[in-house]
């Protein structure tokens, strides 16, 4: 990797964490007020965030990890399904995810393996009414 790729793909990792970071700390006040549009609103702006920035490093396992919880808080959002306990709950499993993957990220610069597809699948049933 070129010194300029090497110094935007670190900025991206800073960026994530950030992210994730503030994630965590809306996502204790969304349990806490599970109706505060706000909390959803930034949760999901988060997620957004994320998931376009993993796109530009074509990281493929974040993006479609970071989509699918993007899907699943849109929905929420735009007042089509209510927040419950398992959202949270598979939510935080993907944030989860997520970290482990930028961690990854950030020591080997390259996108580690691995398989999401029972979160993701699982965050796009609920998303879609199941």
């Known amino acids: 990797m070129d010194d300029n790729l090497d110094e935007i793909l670190g900025e ?48 493929k396992r974040l993006e479609k990890l970071a989509h699918a919880c993007e899907t699943l808080l849109s929905k929420v959002r735009e007042g089509q399904i209510a927040l419950n306990q398992e959202m949270v709950t598979i939510l935080l499993e993907g944030f989860d995810a997520l970290r482990i993957i930028i961690t990854v990220v950030s020591d080997t610069k390259v996108e580690p393996e691995g ?9 796009l049933t609920i998303a879609n009414g199941g």
Do not use: C, Y
């Open 12 to 59: 991206f990792v800073i960026e994530a964490g950030e992210i994730l970071d503030q994630l965590d700390i809306d996502f204790v006040e969304l349990e806490k007020n599970p109706d505060e549009k706000k909390l959803i609103e930034n949760i999901f702006r988060g997620m957004h965030t994320l998931k376009g920035s993993s796109g530009f490093f074509a990281f």
């Open 115 to 123: 398989d999401d597809s029972a979160i993701i699948s699982t965050l």
